[in-house]
């Protein structure tokens, strides 16, 4: 918005000719989702405590001690995070750009699903909130429209291929099956940060690294200099997502600030599943599908978890986790709840560094 009204004003008046740079528009979008955060999240957390008799359900069948830590924590704290990021994208991007409202739009149609199913569980009392299959159909339903939308957006030959990393030419056509290629890259962004939202703090702070690397491939894939000395795919307009991402970082560090332990909210499916496909539908656009599994390994990680759980359970009847997620077996072996969440935050980095090596390693 702001770049519409303020930027046709530089020839008046030169300091506007700021608005132009995505740097400087990313960087008031970090900082506008953080305010944003700040002042409504105290007044958001209080009327979501007074709504949610008791907070959100604990799993009996989880760790012993989140009956007693957590029990009474509010959920859909996500609706924070999306209200800061939304704010912060509609403010400072160019809101002409159809990546941003493909993005955006999936991101807020994925919020309220997780908004139906943590409202069932605050409401009913029971964990379980939605049933799974029509989660799931909602889900793809959803993702399928955006991937039609994300191809007609795309240039040729960009619309129906898959980049590989660490091969600067490399494009495979896929024709139609990408769309189905990019609802499983979605779908499954979604639901591995859904996986991984188990304790305070563990899941925002690797969905902001990963955030921050795509703000900045966003930025060079949509450079044709900077795209062409590094020998990337280059997709006009799509360095507008750096916009998108400097506000999920900015809305994500400020949901942190609620969420650091002893967490005042959890973001409950509201925010998981909405943050997770954000980030599948910017790595579709820039074509870093590939390089999102990277960044994201620990989703990645804590999702194989708990396949290999019920697969091993079902095939031998033996666990191979004494509980699954990943995160949940650490807590059956006595580590305490920070020492997770820091190490796994650890591991998000060196994961981030890797996806970025990605990008010069060709």
Known sequence: MLFHILF????QFALLNVFRYLTFRTGGAIITALIISFVVGPSLIRHLKSRQNGGQPIRDDGPESHLLSKK???TMGGLLILLAMSGA????????????????????????IGFLDDY????RRDSRGLPVKLKLILQVVIAAATAFWIMTLLPDPFSSTLAVPFFKNVLIDLGWFFAVFAVLVMVGASNAVNITDGLDGLAIVPVMIAAGVFALIAYLAGNSVFS???QLHYVPGSGELAVFCGALVGGGLGFLWFNAPPAKVFMGDTGSLSLGVALGAVSVVTKHELVLAIVGGLFVLETVSVIVQVVSYKLTGKR?????????HFEKKGWAEPTIVIRFWIIASILAL???STLKLR
């Open 72 to 74: 009474g924590t509010p």
């Open 228 to 230: 062409n000395y590094l």
């Open 8 to 11: 046709p004003l530089a020839d």
């Open 89 to 112: 994208t509609l403010l400072w991007a160019d809101l002409t750009n159809g990546y941003i409202w493909a993005t955006l739009g999936i991101t807020i149609c994925y919020g309220t």
């Open 320 to 328: 191979v986790f004494r509980m699954a997620p990943l995160h949940h």
């Open 120 to 123: 069932i569980k605050v409401s």
């Open 354 to 356: 890797v996806g970025l």
